[in-house]
């Protein structure tokens, strides 16, 4: 028969561990629960703080240990505090954002990564990733572009002089050497947060070069618009770049990432990816045309096509534009009136290059003989960058987009200094 008090004693100690692991338990629940951050009446607890880390792990490609796990935390609590006072903002102003507009986003998201969603969210389960982190990360990103478009958008005017100056500047710097720029922005709300922002800053750094993926980076961390494009600003000469920012690029090559750069509005982190060296010539120019042809007959004489030529010649005073020649050509009998857009001045025959290497557009060329017709050729327009310079439409959105993004900071920084906020970790 066994030992009574043996046997009560190992019960005993049994229920004893049984209390302490449910205890451990119970600890453990209660501390990813405890309030990492109070934002105006919203929470952020740590559990949501340490889903967050998790997808920004997950995406940046940061070594999933937990020293690189802790230096990003202050990172992450400080974009989760911006997201809750944009979601508040949106919901201010009767702002919505659907379910639907969340799921799209999330399906384009998992497509970008060669996935279904339904892969996706079983990525983010495998990584121990809460999907409602990411339902509402997105959620913000939607909810403050709607801000910004009914808030802001009206404040932003970009005049014809703003981009005629602007296409001037790229014009001048088209031979110098490119190089493709990549960037994080993090904004200086006040004078007593540069310690805290420099140190953010360097710690993002130290991620980039020890392996992270700058784009992922500045998706996760950047607070310029182009974190909506992984931080790409695209080609650009060292010249067309703010005077701060110039000669940290030219000393940067392929693959190197900056140290923070501080500048008046906050820091930057910059990498070059690429350079190149662009020539323009003038076989390059794009013209959009207008021709106005008089067939010539088959085997024609130089005394007809003399003829033809003279009547051209006549006609040529009366154009001073395309839409002059567009009017002319029904008037000349059996002359054919042809528009062309976009035609390269080098992939046409000699002789009409000739014609055309020297017009302005609403000049008129002499009227050139080919083998079949005699043309007088009206340049509408012209691009002699070979189509390296962006449209004025393109011009009239970037500066836009500059704008709306200094309106963003500010409005960003007025809902900061408004808000009450307690970081508790």
Same mark, same amino acid.
């Given at each position: 028969m066994p030992n009574i008090r043996r046997v009560l004693t190992a019960i005993g100690l049994a229920m004893a561990i049984s209390a302490i692991q449910v205890n451990a338990g119970a600890w453990a629940q209660q501390n990813t629960m405890r309030i990492a951050a109070i934002v105006n009446d919203d929470l952020i607890s740590v559990f949501d703080l *340490? /889903?967050?880390?998790?997808?920004?792990?997950?995406?940046?490609?940061i070594k999933p240990d937990n020293?690189?796990?802790?230096?990003i935390i202050q990172q992450v609590l400080r974009a989760m505090v911006d997201d809750r006072l944009r979601l508040q903002e949106a919901e201010r102003l009767g702002i919505r954002v659907t379910d639907r507009e969340i799921d799209q986003e999330i399906t384009a998201l998992?497509?970008?990564?060669?996935?279904? &969603?339904?892969?996706?969210i079983s990525r983010l389960e495998q990584r121990n990733v809460d999907l409602a982190t990411v339902r509402t990360l997105i959620k913000a990103s939607l909810a403050w572009t709607k801000v910004s478009r009914r808030q802001l958008r009206r404040q932003v005017d970009v005049t014809d002089e703003e981009v005629d100056e602007t296409l001037d500047r790229l014009r001048e710097s088209l031979n110098e050497p490119q190089k493709r720029l990549y960037e994080i922005f993090l904004t200086l709300n006040a004078p007593d947060d540069e310690g805290?922002?420099?140190?953010?800053?360097?710690?993002?750094?130290?991620?980039?070069?020890?392996g992270a993926d700058f784009k992922s980076l500045a998706q996760a961390f950047s607070q310029s618009n182009s974190a909506e494009n992984q931080g790409d600003v695209g080609w650009v000469a060292v010249s067309q770049l703010p005077p701060d920012l110039q000669e940290e690029?030219?000393?940067?090559?392929?693959?190197?990432?900056?140290e923070p750069i501080r500048t008046f509005s906050g820091f930057y982190i910059l990498k070059v990816t690429e350079e190149r060296q662009r020539s323009i010539s003038v076989?390059?120019?794009?013209?959009?045309?207008?021709?106005?042809?008089?067939?010539?007959?088959?085997?024609?004489?130089?005394?007809?096509? /003399?003829?033809?030529?003279?009547?051209? *010649?006549?006609?040529?005073? /009366?154009?001073?534009?395309?839409?002059? &020649?567009?009017?002319?050509?029904?008037?000349?009998?059996?002359?054919?009136?042809?528009? &062309?857009?976009?035609?390269?001045?080098?992939?046409?025959?000699?002789?009409?290059q000739q014609a055309l290497a020297n017009l302005k557009p609403g000049e008129t060329s002499p009227p050139v003989a080919t083998q079949r017709a005699a043309l007088l050729l009206t340049v509408c327009s012209r691009d002699d960058t070979g189509g &390296?310079?962006?449209?004025?439409?393109?011009?009239?959105?970037?500066?836009?987009?500059?704008?709306?993004?200094?309106?963003?900071r500010r409005y960003m920084r007025d809902l900061r200094r408004e808000a009450f906020i307690d970081i508790r970790l």
């Open positions: *340490e /889903s967050r880390v998790r997808w920004v792990v997950l995406t940046t490609g020293q690189n796990q802790r230096r998992a497509n970008r990564n060669n996935m279904t &969603a339904d892969q996706f805290d922002t420099r140190q953010t800053a360097e710690r993002i750094v130290q991620q980039a070069r020890e690029v030219r000393n940067l090559s392929p693959g190197q990432v900056s076989e390059d120019s794009k013209l959009d045309i207008y021709q106005i042809a008089l067939p010539l007959p088959g085997n024609s004489s130089q005394d007809q096509q /003399s003829v033809m030529l003279d009547l051209l *010649e006549q006609i040529r005073p /009366s154009i001073s534009s395309c839409e002059d &020649a567009e009017a002319v050509a029904p008037q000349i009998e059996g002359a054919n009136g042809v528009a &062309a857009k976009d035609v390269r001045l080098g992939d046409m025959s000699q002789n009409l &390296a310079l962006p449209t004025r439409e393109q011009v009239i959105n970037k500066i836009g987009s500059e704008r709306m993004e200094l309106l963003e």
